[in-house]
């Protein structure tokens, strides 16, 4: 009989890998699928296209089956920690509270939260954004909201050494050349690798099977049908990603709440010109961020955000000479996202092939908190002497969580407080999955914490037990 090893871990970004690491410190023998490809910092595309076509799920344009929602989420060694702006800020009040209230789960709180935050951030390169290093687009933003009587905020990013005077930061939305953001290659994942941990890329995991005494992961690598068995598995594949494979697995006969109350922050991107250029593709891409009470009560935040040529072209909801006659003043653009704190869930199935089928409706509250913060926008840029005001016509997300929500019952969550899935002790989740509504702030920080937690039972779970693997 083939021997086992101690954990599979599918998935590689925020959650696989901090808890990787902390099983691998632990001594298990640990092994990570991960459906994307392992780069070298030198090997990240150079341009939006091939950054979209090889670290994204299907090339960055996942969407609802009603198309009226764009998901962009990574598929890369890392996950999403490659392509996102390492935006690492601890949930509030108003989210924990939340979350505590829904899932019964008594540890969600500012005071309980604390000391995984810390046990996080002390592995990590923070850095809060000064003044020197705005570019023209920040420099908008915040004296567009003073001029209004918002209250903005610096930004603090995982990041060292970025040598954002270059201007050429915007760059790391399709993976850091420089190894400066705090992604999971350059921490938590390299760790673990020189801890032992064992990496297969290009593993595209398909379904589960749980018994009494281990898992049973299969699916294909580079074409090829594969077997991984584990004493323990940890499912940690993003929202979408977790809920596809349980889906498969056929375990929402036995638990009703898979694949719903999915939530995903929906954004809209909002341009303006102005007659001298700001070049907001320049410099930080991001620095600023809107601290402003009202808008958190009110379900909504602003983002001090660009985008490159091929989204800029994307976002304008203009064709042919029109569109043209826009990015010929690409240089005079400044832009500003707004981003909902979503109370409308969506909801996740698989059609007869086990491709995603994804509905994520955009009306009601969510569609006001939308409306208002666009109305805000456009506010500030009148304020500011812009000539023109854009709005993109769709709408797109960078966050995807719940589908597997925690909680106390298994009629109403999917992962019980000990983040193992209800019914099925040998298999465990604390990625952006288990959200049971959304935040309203940046996950990443959030997932890592609550992955710290989870890999902190796994190795209780093993008490003194060796760690060996069972032949």
């Keep these: 009989m083939a021997c086992f090893q101690d954990v599979v871990i599918i998935g590689s970004g925020a959650s696989g890998s901090v ?35 090889r670290l994204y799920w299907s090339g960055g344009m996942d969407a609802t089956t009603s198309a009226n929602l764009l998901f962009l989420r990574g598929k890369v060694l890392g996950g999403g920690t490659v392509v996102n702006q390492a935006l690492l800020d601890r949930f509030d009040d108003l989210a924990l509270d939340d979350w505590r209230e829904r899932s019964g789960v008594d540890f969600f709180s500012t005071g309980a939260m604390a000391r995984h935050y810390d046990a996080v951030e002390q592995q990590l390169a923070l850095h809060t954004l000064g003044r020197d290093e705005w570019n023209r687009n920040a420099e908008l933003y915040a004296r567009g909201f003073e001029a209004c009587g918002y209250q903005w ?49 290009g593993f595209l995991v398909e ?17 090829e049908f594969r077997t991984v068995r584990a004493r323990r598995g940890v499912v940690a594949a993003g929202a979408l990603g977790t809920s596809r494979i349980l889906l498969n697995s056929g375990f929402g006969k036995h638990l009703p709440a898979l694949g719903e109350r999915f939530f995903s922050h929906p954004q809209w991107m909002n341009l303006a010109l102005f007659d001298e250029k700001v070049d907001a593709h320049k410099g930080a891409l991001q620095a600023v961020k809107s601290d402003e009470p009202d808008f958190r009560r009110r379900g909504f935040k602003l983002e001090n955000v660009f985008v490159g040529p091929i989204g800029a072209s994307m976002l304008i909801p203009e064709h042919g000479r029109l569109q043209q006659r826009y990015m010929e003043q690409y240089r005079h653009m400044a832009s500003m996202e707004v981003c909902i704190r979503d109370v409308v869930p969506g909801r996740i199935r698989v059609d007869r092939k086990g491709r995603l089928k994804i509905r994520k409706p955009i009306t009601g509250e969510d569609l006001r908190r939308g409306r208002d913060g666009v109305s805000v926008v456009r506010e500030i840029y009148e304020a500011l002497g812009a000539r023109e005001f854009i709005t993109s016509n769709f709408n797109f997300s960078l966050h995807q969580m719940g589908g597997c929500a925690i909680g106390q019952s298994r009629d109403q969550a999917v992962v019980n407080p000990d983040f193992q899935v209800h019914g099925m002790e040998n298999l465990h989740i604390a990625d952006g999955s288990i959200f049971p509504s959304a935040p309203g702030i940046n996950p990443s920080l959030t997932i890592m914490a609550n992955s710290h937690h989870a890999g902190e039972k796994m190795r209780a779970l093993f008490g003194d037990r060796s760690l060996e693997g069972v032949a």
């Excluded at 092994?31 to 595309?45: F, H, K, N, R, S």
């Excluded at 930061?169 to 921490?187: F, H, I, N, W, Y």
């Excluded at 379904?207 to 074409?223: N, S």
Aim: glycine share 8%; hydrophobic share 30%.
């Design 19 to 53: 808890i990787a690491d902390e099983l691998t410190r632990a001594g298990a023998d640990c092994v990570m699928l991960e459906a994307g490809q392992d780069y070298i910092a030198e090997e990240y595309p150079r341009n939006e296209m091939l950054a979209n076509a």
């Design 207 to 223: 379904r589960i099977r749980h018994h009494a005494d281990h898992v049973e992961v299969t699916g294909y690598q580079d074409g």
């Design 153 to 201: 905020g610096s930004l603090r990013r995982g990041q060292s050494n970025c040598r954002v005077a270059e201007n050429d930061c915007m760059a790391c939305l399709g993976g850091c050349r420089r190894e400066s953001k705090q992604s999971m290659p350059v921490t938590f994942l390299q760790r673990a690798r020189r801890q032992g941990l064992q990496v297969e890329t």
